[in-house]
């Protein structure tokens, strides 16, 4: 069983920056591709990054692609989403995901396990 927690969410101005933090139990983070998704509200869940088990990879969506950095330590069990540049339209419930992969028709994206996401709110 692995446990994700996400923090470091809040208000912030529209150019500003977060960083949030996602703070893993259980013995097969490092062995773990991990994930950061986001949902807006009537919206479908976003795939936003990920980082393969050893770090050294990372992968972005387009629309965050030369703003958003994913790392992690697997010493601490945390990966972390570091937010520059923030838009409005960055705006959801932000969610961390162990071993994220594309579902199937109608399925979205599944994953491992799932956080309980953290909310990011970009002001204009």
């Known amino acids: 069983q692995v446990q994700l927690v996400e923090s470091g969410g809040g208000l912030v101005q529209a150019g500003g920056s977060l960083r949030l933090s996602c703070a893993a139990s259980?013995?097969?983070?490092?062995?773990?591709?991990m994930g950061w998704f986001r949902q807006a509200p009537g919206k479908e869940r976003e795939y936003v990054a990920t980082?393969?088990?050893?770090?050294?990879?990372?992968y972005y969506a387009d629309s965050v692609k030369g703003r958003f950095t994913i790392s992690r330590d697997n010493a601490k069990n945390t990966v972390w989403l570091q937010m520059n540049s923030l838009k409005p339209e960055d705006t959801a419930v932000y969610y961390c995901?162990?071993?994220?992969?594309?579902?199937?028709?109608?399925?979205?994206?599944?994953?491992?396990?799932w956080g309980q996401g953290t909310q990011v709110t970009v002001s204009s």
């Open positions: 995901a162990a071993n994220p992969r594309p579902g199937g028709p109608k399925q979205g994206y599944l994953a491992d396990y």
């Open positions: 259980g013995r097969t983070f490092s062995s773990s591709a």
């Open positions: 980082i393969t088990w050893s770090g050294l990879i990372p």
